[in-house]
């Protein structure tokens, strides 16, 4: 009975049948924890979907931003970018099963030992309100208003955190920090603009893991930073290793710590989100 968790799919779904070969996963006895980001950019978002339709006792996923501009594109309320990879799904006569199903997903798992969101958790919230902020948000997606709320989810701005957020505002920035957050500024305000490496960060940012008022948790397994790479130690395991983009599917079983990956069978994308 072993636990997994798998990095950015992004529609590669022949490595990641690939990476659960690997692990001798077993989906009768096993569980695998995707970081979001199931679809797009890559080859094979429509058998992704269908493998995780099929397998909802022994897989679970929390939402990405690609994840929710699917949604966005499929209610007909925003455009694809260059490089999306959606037409398949869209033109499927499951199209509305898989909309049905991505957005009845949650931002944020919480496990007794891991806190599983796509690009990671607000380092100001501990992770009981982490969880409940979550939630909120999950629970409109879910609701029978999403799609009047999906139009407003864009957009980088409140940056700041205030528990006195209502409304749009509060829940823009709860899906912003799950799903699109990779450096805050030294007040712990979300910076969503610049994407690149650590290294190269213009002054005042830091990685949202490294912000010194960082509240305690357990460790955060979290994706949707190619540009960071395997980050792997006791507080953040990030696992987005850039499949789309030439590099490896990565996954983690959670109990040993044991990292398993396969690479890209080819480059799918030519520039980084």
Not at 92 to 102: G, I, Q, R
Not at 164 to 178: P, Y
Request: charged share 20%; hydrophobic share 45%.
């Amino acid at each position: 009975m072993a636990r997994y968790a798998i990095g950015d799919v992004q529609g590669c779904f022949a490595e990641f049948t690939q990476l659960l070969d690997c692990m001798d996963f077993n989906a009768e006895l096993d569980t695998v924890y995707l970081v979001g980001d199931l679809v797009n950019r890559g080859p094979d978002s429509l058998g992704m979907l269908h493998w995780m339709l099929q397998h909802r006792q022994a897989a679970r996923t929390v939402l990405g931003n690609h994840d929710l501009h699917l949604l966005a594109v499929a209610a007909g309320l925003a455009k694809q970018k260059a490089g999306d990879t959606l037409d398949a799904v869209l033109a499927a006569p499951e199209l509305d099963t898989f909309v049905d199903y991505l957005r009845h997903q949650p931002l944020m798992i919480t496990l007794p030992d891991a806190l599983i969101a796509h690009a990671g958790v607000w380092p100001g919230w501990a992770p009981a309100r982490a969880q409940a902020l979550a939630d909120e948000a999950a629970a409109v997606l879910a609701g029978p208003d999403w799609r009047t709320f999906l139009p407003d989810m864009y957009g980088n701005q409140p940056s700041h955190w205030d528990e006195g957020l209502r409304g749009t505002d509060r829940l823009r920035f709860v899906i912003n920090a799950m799903t699109r957050m990779r450096f805050v500024g030294a007040d712990g305000a979300l910076q969503l603009k610049y994407k690149g490496e650590i290294a190269n960060a213009p002054a005042g940012l830091l990685p949202w893991f490294d912000w010194p008022a960082r509240q305690p948790g357990p460790r955060v397994v979290c994706g949707h930073w190619s540009a960071l790479g395997l980050h792997h130690d006791a507080t953040v395991c990030a696992l987005d290793t850039g499949c789309i983009w030439g590099g490896a599917l990565t996954g983690i079983d959670l109990d040993s710590g044991q990292l398993f990956q396969v690479p890209a069978q080819q480059v799918y994308q030519s520039v980084g989100e």
